[in-house]
């Protein structure tokens, strides 16, 4: 299985931005952001396909986060812009295996990174 590192997560004021990175050991196909904020379930973010030209956002972020990627640095982003206290959670990358299609369910998703911590503050 493919080894995900995220980074650049922080804490920030609302209003603010951050940039998470989500670095692969290896190739990698469709990738996910999902999230999980203290006493609530792991939920959706944003997902992408393995060529970037298919984008999926949870109505709760679009139009404030823009999901990336880089193949060539196996490497995802998630730029968060107009952060809200909301947004506070931890942030998690996923990767499918050897599928291209990206969906908005964890359970497709078959590794995951450690997480990256969020907090926005009012």
């Known amino acids: 299985q493919v080894q995900l590192v995220e980074s650049g997560g922080g804490l920030v004021q609302a209003g603010g931005s951050l940039r998470l990175s989500c670095a692969a050991s290896?190739?990698?196909?469709?990738m996910g952001w999902f999230r999980q904020a203290p006493g609530k379930e792991r939920e959706f973010v944003a997902a992408?396909?393995?060529?970037?030209?298919?984008?999926y956002y949870a109505d709760s972020v679009k139009g404030r986060f823009t999901i990336s990627r880089d193949n060539a640095k196996n490497t995802m982003y998630l730029q968060m812009n107009s952060l809200k206290p909301d947004d506070t959670a931890v942030y998690y990358c996923?990767?499918?295996?050897?599928?291209?299609?990206?969906?908005?369910?964890?359970?497709?998703?078959?590794?995951w990174g450690q997480g990256t911590q969020v907090t926005v503050s009012s």
């Open positions: 996923a990767a499918r295996y050897r599928v291209t299609i990206a969906t908005q369910n964890s359970y497709d998703y078959d590794s």
């Open positions: 290896t190739r990698t196909y469709a």
């Open positions: 992408i396909s393995y060529t970037g030209g298919n984008t």
